[in-house]
């Protein structure tokens, strides 16, 4: 009989390889066609609720890594919840309406205008169905557990019927209004844009210095001189109707030059460096509120240029006098209404200058500066002509830039709803904390929202007009529309007119012939998506209202967050939401933006075929998603590393508890040794700070604390020392079984503490366990135990390791000096200080063992050179003896068995008590 025959070697069916890409997509298939989801929210479905309420991503073009981590951390979260005692559903959105779809069909060669609304909604409509069903396959892939067959869509006739609910209760607080003024306008898209479709970016602008010559000074200023204006943007000086300055600030007549001209005081000397005057003086000094109603000649027009007071016009730049067009800016719109000032905009849809402004007429507008410069040179009116780059609003889709124009556009208004939503904003949770900072300012400073969009794939504004041109938006036209939604569509409104679309019967006094129009712009997507506190949490069963967490990228505080608070609180008097949970972007190593045309993009699809979705599951856990997260695949390749720890850790515990029977072979905890009363004491607080970590949201504490826990307490101590007991003392050994106990516990433990995070992996090592759930996904999180004496035996055992580390400090000293090889060649004796021996004494242990050496000893005398410690001396030897060939430790007894002479009197007793064939068959090597 060979010695290895009488050892007991762990082995498990469990793989050291998880072949992750090819075997997820079978375990993903395995889970859908045993409905877990649906299984798991049948099994929580009297738990009290929580609901993660999904911000629909836009349906365009494959997932990126912004959307795996979105995902999957809203995936972590459910997962975690339902296993800790909540009925978590989890119903995926998709945000469909909009320019991008637009777009998108424009490159395939598709013509809008050239086609009929409603087969072009429809080609809208197919392409926006098609792109869900490639990123749901995407998410699906990432092992996110939802309702994906019954997800909320934008663009769902039922879905659009309750937006238009919204709609008719902000119109019933009289929120929604019809106005003319300044608004983000994108000539590249063609549409006014939210504040949240427009991004910032460097762009370079002309900086052009005008002289208005002065046609009435109020005698206080001469009239042979002029008013000196700023502006970036010349080709909006057809527009002006006004010069502001600020009635608190001084501003000087001066003579520079032999010419006169008006400037704020504290600009003098700037100026005077910018035109090179060689001589200049100051007539007079005076306020800019006895400026007020002076009068301006516009430079090349015609027309008087008045001036007018506003606040908002500072000294950081400029001349200290705003050139002010109300048609082109809000703050010029603001302060010219207190003037009565006509909203001049001559520019049209397409960012071209109108009859309205002649001589410009056809030009696009920017091509319209370099003509409007030119005119102003030619007449003498141009003082200096510079460029500089500055940061300028972009179309967030198109990446052109946007304009302030003055159209006819519906707006839903702040004002009279703005302390409501400040009111409820101190009374959400945020994560980061900064965020309710941020919100709350948005929202104290946020002008109204303009919500109409002048294009087609979206959903229509349900607004009639009378004969006479009277906007009608009457509960019963607005609700009538609700419902025929619901039932066709809203494709409906294309279809048919106006008196279709209209309750029967209904009548105007603005239409004495009948006749009715229908408003063409759509509602701007925000609602859209800002309606799913209707559309989704209120229409669904599966759903509540509100909810108790919005989980989205830090952009969404000007989109998502904050669409849907406003029109929550305008229809429903409260957040939609109790915490915002918001996240970083994706950035590429370097910390750029990831981008096609930088060739510096990862893809979900390409890490899942190299790695795995555990590996980017595992990664999104280990990553502070509280600011940007750069992402390489260097960073990947780490987390696999970290994934090969978890998993060998656990599957050389299934090797180990193979014989192990769980209802037979389980020590209660009184029984345990010490050491295995400390670790699972140790499990115990590991169980508590997780499930604290996964209330909090905090999975990169997660992360870490697993790790350390299985690198540094089981693998680099408990495992370590095991294989000396589970391999070496007889298979139903007391001491064995006390060990398999504390394995089998920690196994299943982080088994289901891991299954948020690694449900693929932890699913593989649930089918080893003898567990009666045939799935860990519905099972529950394990139970703090509480144990007795709890802190003493952890005090105790921490006494312990401080003294370990000494003697593993001693034993690499002795190692690096060649006295010893490996630690079973030593022999370690120490000399403790009374308080450390009576704590030896008290674990009652094999130390040996757990220091992994073949003999240790506790003198009672002092150490001839030894290593000093604050409590103990340290003496390194080479053990006496022979080596054991079963258990591999140096001991002077080694042959005292006759029968065995390989053998220590351990080993040997062992065999004699478990093996008598070894007696009479002999025992080999």
Known sequence: MRIKETLNVGKTDFPMRGNLPKKEPEWQQEWEDKQLYQRRQALNKDL????LHDGPPFANGNIHMGHALNKISKDIITRSKSMMGYRAPFVPGWDTHGLPIEQQLAKQGIKRKEMNTVEYRKLCYDYAMHEIDKQRTDFKRL???????????????????????????????GLIYRGKKPVYWSPSSE??????????????????????????????????????????????????????????FDYSLIEADGKKYVIASERLEFLAQIFNWSQYQVIKTFKGKDMEYMVGQHPFYDRDSLVILGNHVTLDDGTGLVHTAPGLGNDDFNVGQKYNLEVLSPVDDQGCLTDEAPGFAGLFYEDANKKVTETLKNKGLMLKLDFF??????????????IFRSTPQWFASIDPIRQEILDQIEQLTFKPAW?????????????????????????????????????IMTQETILHVAD???????????????????PAGFSHPGS???KFTKETDILDVWFDSGSSHQGALQARSDLSFPSD????????????????????????????????LSQGFTLDAKGHKMSKSLGNVIVPSDIERQFGAEIIRLWVSSVDTSSDVPVSVDAFKQVSDAYRKIRNTLRFMLANTTDFDPEKDQVDFQNLRSVDQFMMVKLDLLIAQIEQAYDNFDFASIYKKIIGFLSNDMSAFYLDFAKDVVYIDAADALSRRQMQTVMYAVTVALTKLLTPILPHTMEQVWQQLKEPEDYVQLTSMPKVQNYPQADQIMNQWQEFMDLRDNILKSLEEARDAKLIGKSLEAAVTIYPKPELKQLLEDLDTNIGQLLIVSQFSISDHELDDADQYDNVQVKVAHAQGEVCQRCWMTKEDVGTDAELPMLCARCAQIIRDNYPQALSEGLEK
């Not at 009290?48 to 609901?51: A, Q, S």
């Not at 602008?205 to 001469?222: E, M, Q, R």
């Not at 025929?484 to 209209?502: C, H, I, P, Q, R």
């Open 48 to 51: 009290p609720t929580f609901i």
């Open 143 to 173: 092992g996110v557990a939802a309702d994906w067959e019954n997800p909320y869509i934008t663009l769902l006739p039922q879905y659009e019927a309750e937006e238009i609910k919204v709609f008719a209760k902000m119109v019933n607080r």
């Open 191 to 248: 549409s006014t844009l939210a504040e949240a479709e427009v991004e910032y970016k460097d762009i370079k602008s002309p900086s052009l210095y005008v002289a208005f010559p002065i046609k009435d000074g109020k005698g206080l200023v001469d009239e042979d001189a002029s008013f000196i204006i700023w502006t970036t943007t010349p080709w909006t000086l057809p527009a002006n109707e006004a010069i502001c300055v600020n009635p608190r």
């Open 389 to 402: 780059t500055h940061s300028y609003p972009h179309d967030w889709r198109t990446k052109k830039p946007v």
């Open 435 to 471: 965020g309710k900072t941020r919100l709350y300012n948005m929202i104290k400073d946020r002008g109204d929202w303009v919500i109409s969009r002048q294009r087609v794939w979206g959903v229509p504004m349900p607004i009639f007009y009378a004969e006479d041109g009277t906007p």
């Open 484 to 502: 025929l939604f619901a039932e066709y569509g809203s494709n409906v409104w294309f279809e048919k007119d106006a008196k279709e679309l209209l």
């Open 512 to 514: 004495p012939n009948g």
């Open 549 to 580: 967490m919005y989980l989205e990228g830090s952009d969404q505080y000007r989109g998502w967050f904050n669409s849907s608070l406003i029109t929550s609180v305008a229809v429903n008097g409260v957040a939609p939401y109790r915490q915002i």
